[in-house]
């Protein structure tokens, strides 16, 4: 066993119109690739615990199998982790890390207002809220999420009826992150590059990394449409290290993830 872990869940469910599966093999493919390579265990979960509503909550469970682990990150199945991203596990210390999620505050501001008005009635700081999508912990701040989980089972048929918007996990784990006075550490958004599509991380630059701005390369008649010895690593991967294929339509996802793959693929092998 080695010191850190991955853990991902990874599961198709009856309550869910399209299957994770058909977009999260390609998420798989990049964290098995990386974490071979850095000595980090990969544990991803496809078998759903009944004693849960949404196939999400079974992340509340890397309290059981990650707890003998120095640090353990947390990812989503929509993420795709760069071929040569360093191994984040060497800079961390103690206490909980994550990229602020503030792409949309809206959507935040409403979250956190919702959950507020149900259950806490206390206010978070909203300059500490993280994407819950990519969070790295040491050890010891793994109990978060096995208060996270005592809060669910306390509370199972409200959150597994949950219809007031604002998410599942998320907001909760901020919650339950800040209320029990957990270190919380901003990672740069390289970490989790959100909202691709919004914010146009999806294109790229080929013309920048030539020589010369030699047009003849492409074809005249489709200029946007260069050879294949092009550069066309989109923004998110080049400029990034862990890709965050939300905050567009789900049905959407294998679309995206599968062009990216098309693209990089290569590079995993």
Partial sequence: MNYNAIYMVAIDHDNSNFKHSNFSEYSIKSWEYWCKKNNVDFHVITEHNKDYGYPIWNKLDVVDVCDKYEYVGIVDCDTMIKWDAPNIFDTLEDGIYGVKDDINMNWVVNSVENYRKEFFNVDIDLDKYINAGVVFLHHESLRVYKILRDFYIQNKDILDNWNKGGGREQTLFNYMAQTNDFKINLLPSTWNQLN???????????????????????????????????????????????????????????????YYWDLLGKNYE
Avoid at 226 to 232: L, W
């Fill in 196 to 258: 691709i599509i919004k914010s146009e991380l999806i294109q790229h630059n080929w013309q920048v990394d030539q020589k010369v701005n030699d047009w003849s390369l492409c074809n005249p008649q489709e200029p946007l449409k260069c050879k294949a010895d092009h550069d066309r690593t989109p923004w998110s991967m080049k400029y990034g290290y862990i890709t965050h294929f939300t905050g567009f339509p789900i049905e959407h996802r294998e679309m995206v993830m599968k």
